[in-house]
């Protein structure tokens, strides 16, 4: 307890699923939270029901003002600025890519690399004058490797991990940590974006989330709390020595196939091999 007692933290998309488990762990561990968010009816509820610990306001973290003014008030009401998570995020289908739109492009772009560039950008300068800070970012395992998004997610989130490591590098001459965490099958409301549900439908439509994304070694999807328990980490001083990585929190799934698969797979192909040339597998023939 109290890891993060007297930091002040801003957490962007914090108003529900990965940020929103993240802002009620910081605030257990003693932190005060500026929630930024476009979800202003949920971002607001969420600040009311943290009794005092957190602050609401409406952000585009795509519009460079809408971040500025986001550090400036935090600076203003706080003081100082010891964590900034950028989390914001949200998923655009799949489609393949003669299909593209490129609105879709720039509106993926906009939200997932640039807002975090923003982030990492005046983070940084209140961060330097004070020599410490933590900057998290999210990025996915659809920025590891191929297979899990559609193209623009996955080439945003592979930028957000290589601005990682650069800002990394630089910042850290200053005393300010830049990681980032790459989840995957998570079961959040990015699955269903865009959808017109409403809250209860919302929440039902997780537990088909979740039926569909735990097929990974440990057999199960990720909750939001397994995403912001390690952003959690890293904001502490239980991981100051830790700068410039991309940390997988997906239950196994982008390490490659399952075992469990993989046996089946190579037992299917003996069998077939066994079918098609039985004299060749006949007990005593030699081979």
Not at 194 to 203: A, C, H, K, Q, S
Request: net charge negative; glycine share 12%; with cysteine.
């Amino acid at each position: 307890m109290n890891r993060l007692e007297g930091k002040i933290a801003i957490i962007t998309g914090g108003a529900s699923g990965i940020g929103e488990a993240a802002v009620r762990k910081f605030v257990a561990e003693g932190a005060r939270v500026v929630i930024a968010d476009l979800q202003e009816k949920q971002g607001l509820e969420l600040a009311d029901s943290l009794l005092g610990q957190t602050v609401f306001l409406r952000t585009d973290v795509s519009s460079e003002a809408d971040v500025r003014h986001l550090v400036e008030v935090t600076l203003e009401r706080f003081g100082r600025l010891d964590c900034f998570y950028n989390n914001a995020g949200f998923g655009c289908g799949t489609r393949p890519v003669a299909e593209t739109p490129m609105a879709d492009f720039d509106l993926q772009m906009a939200v997932l690399l640039r807002g975090t560039f923003l982030g990492i950008k005046y983070a940084a300068a209140a961060m330097q004058r004070q020599r410490s800070g933590v900057i998290v970012n999210t990025s996915s395992v659809a920025g590891v490797s191929g297979g899990y998004a559609n193209h623009v997610y996955s080439a945003a989130k592979a930028g957000v991990i290589s601005l990682t490591r650069t800002t990394a590098l630089e910042l850290g001459e200053s005393g300010i940590r830049v990681n980032c965490l790459c989840p995957g099958a998570i079961a959040t409301p990015i699955f269903v974006h865009g959808i017109p549900l409403t809250d209860t439908e919302r929440e039902q439509s997780l537990v088909i989330v979740a039926q569909a994304l735990g097929r990974n070694p440990l057999g199960r999807c990720g909750l939001p709390e397994d995403v912001a328990n390690v952003a959690l980490w890293l904001a502490s001083e239980e991981s100051s020595f830790v700068n410039g990585q991309a940390i997988v929190v997906d239950g196994g799934l982008a390490s490659g196939k399952m075992w469990s698969e993989m046996q089946n797979t190579t037992n299917n192909l003996f069998r077939n091999l066994k079918n098609q040339f039985p004299a060749a597998f006949a007990e005593g023939s030699g081979k």
